[in-house]
């Protein structure tokens, strides 16, 4: 169990689209939004143990055209958040609105939303689940049960993870909340997701 602690604590602070998702909803609607986009973000991984269990993942896994599908779905995902930073960045610019004044703008759907898609198209989490989790589950027990344990346990640690970036980025307020370092943070956010979202679309199986 320490060997499984140990790798998914890693796995989860190495920054990807995850951290980005956090930052970005974060600075858009404070600590709320961006702990409730972990809730998301944390869910999703419970989809994934349970699609392990039941055998989707290895038919992902195996079937180059549903993974290919996934991959796609998970990069355009990311290219329209990051697309979506860059145009508010833009609009904020043209209008000459302060990016402090969409700090209120939570809706607590479209969090858990961003957050669960963000994790459920992620193809890395496929696999991770699919070659990794087997080895921690008994045949004596219950498969689905030992999976969603061993999901309970690496959605727990995420959601801490993430929620003290969260809660980092809200203390820097003093600082972020200046209209033009937001709205840097918004286009450089924007653009990382952009990143991701090609690298993942590029990236071999």
Known sequence: MSTYLITITILTMVPGAD???TLR????????????SDIGISAGLFLH?????????A?????????????TLGAVYLLWLGISNIRTYMQSKNKKENIDAKASAFVSTRSIKEGFLSNALNPKIVIFY?????QFVSKDGSVIFQ????????????FIWLGIISYT?????GFIIKPKVRENLELVSGFIM???????LLEKR
Do not use: E, Q
Not at 130 to 134: E, G, I, V
């Open 19 to 21: 951290t980005m998702i």
């Open 25 to 36: 909803n974060t600075l858009r609607g404070g600590l709320k939004d961006g702990l409730v």
């Open 49 to 57: 143990a349970l699609l392990s269990a039941v055998g989707m993942s």
């Open 59 to 71: 038919i992902l896994l195996y079937s180059s055209a549903a993974f290919t599908l996934l991959k």
């Open 130 to 134: 699919m070659a990794f989790l087997p």
């Open 147 to 158: 999976s969603l344990f061993l999901a309970f346990i690496h959605a727990s640690i995420s």
């Open 169 to 173: 980025t809200v203390s820097a307020s």
């Open 194 to 200: 952009i990143i991701l979202g090609f690298r993942l």
